[in-house]
T-cell receptor, first 111, second 114 residues
């Protein structure tokens, strides 16, 4: 069964304290892995797409990496405004429109 | 560039009733997908529409149905509402025909079934 699992479920950091979020997946025929950010009461906001193992993408304090079984979202020197739920999703070769999401990691950054 | 807009933002219905949710896709996008997000969970794929045809469906019963119009806007209809249908319903648009074109989401419709 296709599955996406994110850990930890919740993470509390002090401002400036770097950390990583994990997304592990068991999917046949992976075509891409996506990271989204979701603020309370809002829809998910697109961050990155990763296509193949070894690929890395960066945006401000965020860096996403991909291996054959998992992806990491590294947050360097986070600020309170980075507080949000981070969602990982994969797309299979059989249907490019259907994303399979993990349950998300809720990040809280305290000043 | 206009983003994805959804209406209404909130809705309260009674069990057994029917509901219609609406979505306008982002300018230039021709594909619309609908997702259901229960509290504390990731979104779950309901179905996708491309060129006014259903193009993929998740594990949802037939009482969940949809439409896409020539201007690429879309509706999600749910009949015979159940308490478990209470959730945030998200619409997302993308550019069909481009693999891995990222989905751009609206802010959703919060449906409460009592």
């Amino acid at each position: 069964e296709d599955q996406v699992t994110q850990s930890p479920e919740a993470l509390r950091l002090q401002e400036g304290e770097s950390s990583s979020l994990n997304c592990s997946y068991t999917v046949s025929g992976l075509r891409g892995l996506f990271w989204y950010r979701q603020d309370p009461g809002k829809g998910p906001e697109f961050l990155f797409t990763l296509y193949s193992a070894g690929e890395e993408k960066e945006k401000e304090r965020l860096k996403a990496t991909l291996t054959k079984k998992e992806s990491f979202l590294h947050i360097t020197a986070p600020k309170p405004e980075d507080s949000a739920t981070y969602l990982c999703a994969v797309v299979k070769s059989s249907n490019t429109g259907k994303l399979i999401f993990g349950q998300g990691t809720t990040l809280q950054v305290k000043p | 560039e206009t983003g994805v807009t959804q209406s209404p933002t909130h809705l309260i219905k009674t069990r057994g009733q029917q509901v219609t949710l609406r979505c306008s896709s982002q300018s230039g996008h021709n594909t619309v997908s609908w997702y259901q997000q229960a509290l504390g969970q990731g979104p779950q794929f309901i179905f996708q529409y491309y060129r006014e045809e259903e193009n993929g469906r998740g594990n949802f019963p037939p009482r969940f149905s949809g439409l896409q119009f020539p201007n690429y806007s879309s509706e999600l209809n749910v009949n015979a509402l159940e308490l478990d249908d209470s959730a945030l319903y998200l619409c997302a648009s993308s550019l069909g025909g481009q693999h891995n074109s990222p989905l751009h989401f609206g802010n959703g419709t919060r449906l409460t079934v009592t």
